[in-house]
Structure formats: structure tokens, C-alpha cells
């Protein structure tokens, strides 16, 4: 039988079924010899352009976008890569800023799709949908040509596909728990895996992190000879005020500092984000960045699914917070940001998550939760998912949707009812894991025509 992913495709849907036609992303078998025969089959793409990597566990692809934006500023051609996708595909591979259209997308598979049944015969396991595309972003960005790939990793950092590139700068941001079946259940253990991304010679980015993590990481960073700069120490966020449309914050940088940055996210974590960006680009160019051209650069920053306003009256806010650490970042980002009450929240997660950390995390935060789930497999069932909020939020605190667009009609509707006896204006969360908010920002797209 021949593989689908082997033929050319001729529109998007065709592509992206083919590429689904592959051992999904959560079906992982540890290595990289099947990434490393497909990219020499390519002519090793991934060598001909510089590049910068980031792995952590939340905030990977905030920082990703604002690392990209600063190095288009200077005036560097761009290439990224990040995932998941929050409503299509095609957004894990950007050129410029922008995700490839449908025609470059096509062309960017059919140019790879030759050899993924090549790889397939030779090696113990088939190529898998995300090995697939990372081949693709790679072959694409070369294509271009970029000046510069900014890739985030899949997940941990050793063993993802990613990680046949040698990067110059390696960034980490905070490690936590998460994928635990996959990467280990310590943030230490992680953390060995994660330091993978760091190449002998080097610069590596370091985000604050727990002492036992930090220990981990900069032994990896002697091991190779890497140049270690650390939040905290050589770089961080000087200071940071709530504004209108997101933050002011002032940054120190590794060579200046940027002074009452208006930065159009919300919370703690994305102005942590954002210097960590700025000091993955000042190591890249090994130089201070002029400070309008930072300016104007984070002005104009967005991150779908991340603390995104997609709707007013009753304010629908989306984010794709997936574990208890996200979770408690943004939650402490909407009471840092916002005075919502009531504030209701829209939750489903996948069956692989910690559920009880996360509804743990936002239950302070939240007036009422309404449960739901996914169109995915890998959705956990509303009910199941009720059982465990019921023991968090207590009965009366709890309704249960499993269709999504219910839960979002029940939640905007006690959104507006509720606020009505207050002072203040009601609003609606959607949480709990990308694909979740994907499909309802998918409804707003759709909505708006």
C-alpha cells in the first residue's frame, strides 16, 4: 500500500489529511535518527541558516513571537516555528510574521513528501505528523531563504524533532511539570531532557528557575562550553505597571536598558516573556538594541489564545493554559489585569493533563465553572472532568456542557445575568488546553464572517 503522506497533494486539505494520516503527537518513540535521515534526504535544510531555539514549559511560543518581531525590526528575514496550532496548521510554520498560505504550505509538503517513504522503509518506525512538518518548516525556511529561525521546541528538548538544528542561542524558559509520562514527573528530570537544546559553543538564556533546575541546566551549559546569561543576574524586568490594552514595562537587557515599554499582554509572566526575548536577541546579535525600534517592535506583539480578548459584553477571554503552571500564571495575570465579577469559567482539558492542578489553580479566580470538552479523542469527558471540579468548587459552583458551543452559551448568559446585580462588568474565561480554545476562537472567526 502506498504511503498517503508519499503523493503529492494538490490543495490544503489534502496536505493536512495526508500529514494527519501519520502517528499523531502524542505517539512518540524517543530519537532522531528518523528527523536526521529525512533532513539529509533534504540537503540538511536546517544548516544553511542561523538559528534560535526555546524550550520550558509555558511561554514557548509568546516568546517565540516577540523574539521573531525584534529580529524583523532589524531587519532580519524570519522563519518560525511553533506548536501547537490554535486553529490551523499552517500557523506552525511563519516566514516574515506570517503563517504560509495555503499554496506554501502545499509546496512545502510536496517538497518533502518524496522522501518520507524513503525514511519509512529504512527506519524501525514510520516518520510521524510532527517529525513531518518540522521537516518542513525547515525545508520551507530554507527555501525563503531566512536570515534566522526562531523554533520552538515540541516537547522536552534531547529527543524532539527540533533539536537536529545546532542553534546559537538556546533559551529555556521556566521548567515545570508537564507531559510527565513522556519527560518525567520532577521539574529536575525535565530539566535533563529540556537541556538538550544546548549546543557546544553556544549562548543559552536562562529564565529564573527553581535552584535544583538551575543546577541541572548550567552543568549541561559547562559540559558544552555554552555561555550562560540568567534572568535575575545579567538581564530581567526592571519594573512593570497594569495599562490600558496590557503592561508598561522597563527592561534590562544584556547590553541596555528599555525604558516604560508598552507591551500589549497581560500578566507577570509575558513581561518575563518579553525579557527574555530581548536578551535572546541582544545574544544573537551580540549587541544593544535602538530603543524605538523595541518599541515599536513589542507595540505591535500579539499572541492568540493567550489572555486574548476576543469578545466584548460580556468580555470572552481566551488562554491556552494547559497545566497547573500556566494556570496559575494566568490566573494571576486576571487579577493582576482585570476586576471581572463575576467571572465565569469555560474548561476543557485533555485526558493526559493534571486537571485537578489546574481547576485548583483557577479556583480562587473563577465564580462558577462550566465543564466541557474538545471535539478531540484525547479530550476527557466532561462528567469526568465534573467529578473532580465538584470536589474543588463544590456542587452549586459546577454545571456540565459537553457540547462546546453550550458550554460558551451558558457561561456568556450567566456572565450577563449575574453582572446585572453588581457593579461591575461579568466575563467569560475559556481555558484549559489550546485545542479547547482553538475551536471557540474558531466560532468567533466564523461569526464575525
Do not use: C
Not at 165 to 175: G, Q, R, S, T, Y
Not at 269 to 284: D, G
Request: overall charge negative.
Amino acid at each position: 500500500m502506498t504511503d498517503p503522506v508519499a503523493r503529492p497533494a494538490h490543495t490544503f486539505a489534502e496536505a493536512e489529511d495526508a500529514l494527519l494520516s501519520r502517528w499523531p503527537e502524542t505517539r512518540l518513540e524517543p530519537s532522531l535518527d528518523r528527523i536526521r535521515a529525512l533532513t539529509e534526504l533534504l540537503g540538511e535544510p536546517q544548516r544553511t541558516y542561523r538559528s534560535i531555539h526555546l524550550t520550558g514549559t509555558n511561554g514557548k511560543t509568546s516568546t517565540a513571537r516577540m523574539v521573531d518581531a525584534l529580529l524583523r525590526a532589524v531587519e532580519l528575514r524570519t522563519g518560525r516555528f511553533t506548536s501547537p496550532h490554535v486553529e490551523r496548521m499552517s500557523e506552525r510554520i511563519s516566514i516574515d510574521g506570517e503563517p504560509l498560505d495555503d499554496e506554501a504550505f502545499v509546496t512545502a509538503f510536496n517538497e518533502v513528501a518524496p522522501y518520507t517513504h524513503l525514511v519509512d522503509e529504512s527506519e524501525a518506525h514510520p516518520l510521524s505528523f510532527f517529525e513531518t512538518v518540522v521537516a518542513m518548516a525547515y525545508a520551507a525556511f530554507a527555501d525563503a531563504p531566512v536570515d534566522v529561525a526562531v523554533v520552538e521546541i515540541g516537547m522536552g528538548g534531547s529527543w524532539d524533532a527540533t533539536n537536529v538544528i545546532d542553534a546559537d542561542v538556546a533559551v529555556v524558559l521556566p521548567v515545570a511539570v508537564d507531559h510527565a509520562q513522556f519527560l518525567g514527573d520532577s521539574p529536575v528530570a525535565i530539566a535533563e531532557e529540556k537541556a538538550g537544546i544546548i549546543k557546544p559553543g553556544a549562548t543559552v538564556v536562562l529564565a529564573e528557575q527553581a535552584p535544583d533546575v538551575a543546577e541541572v541546566l548550567l552543568a549541561r551549559a559547562a559540559e558544552v562550553d555554552a555561555t550562560v546569561v540568567r534572568e535575575g543576574l545579567e538581564y530581567g524586568v526592571v519594573a512593570r505597571d497594569t495599562a490600558v490594552g496590557g503592561q508598561l514595562v522597563t527592561l534590562q537587557g544584556l547590553h541596555a536598558r528599555y525604558d516604560d515599554l508598552l507591551l500589549p499582554l497581560y500578566g507577570a509572566h509575558q513581561a518575563q516573556n518579553a525579557a527574555v526575548a530581548l536578551a535572546a536577541v541582544e545574544a544573537f546579535l551580540d549587541n544593544a538594541l535602538d530603543e524605538e525600534i523595541v518599541r515599536a517592535a513589542f507595540a505591535d506583539i500579539a499572541s492568540p489564545g493567550r489572555l486574548e480578548i476576543i469578545r466584548r459584553s460580556p468580555t470572552v477571554v481566551l488562554d491556552a493554559a494547559h497545566n497547573p503552571a500556566g494556570a496559575e500564571a494566568s490566573a494571576a495575570a486576571i487579577a493582576d489585569s482585570f476586576q471581572f465579577d463575576p467571572l465565569i469559567g469555560v474548561i476543557g482539558v485533555m485526558g493526559d493533563k493534571d486537571h485537578e492542578g489546574l481547576l485548583a489553580a483557577f479556583e480562587p479566580h473563577l465564580t462558577h465553572v462550566v465543564l466541557t470538552q474538545n471535539s478531540t479523542d484525547r479530550a476527557l469527558a466532561a462528567e469526568d472532568l465534573a467529578e473532580t471540579a465538584r470536589e474543588i468548587f463544590g456542587e452549586d459552583r459546577v454545571s456540565v456542557r459537553p457540547r462546546l458551543a453550550d458550554a460558551l452559551d451558558e457561561a456568556v448568559a450567566r456572565a450577563e445575568s449575574d453582572s446585572r446585580d453588581s457593579l461591575s462588568s461579568g466575563a467569560v474565561l475559556v481555558t484549559g488546553s489550546v485545542v479547547t480554545v482553538g475551536q471557540v476562537r474558531a466560532m468567533f472567526t466564523a461569526e464575525r464572517g
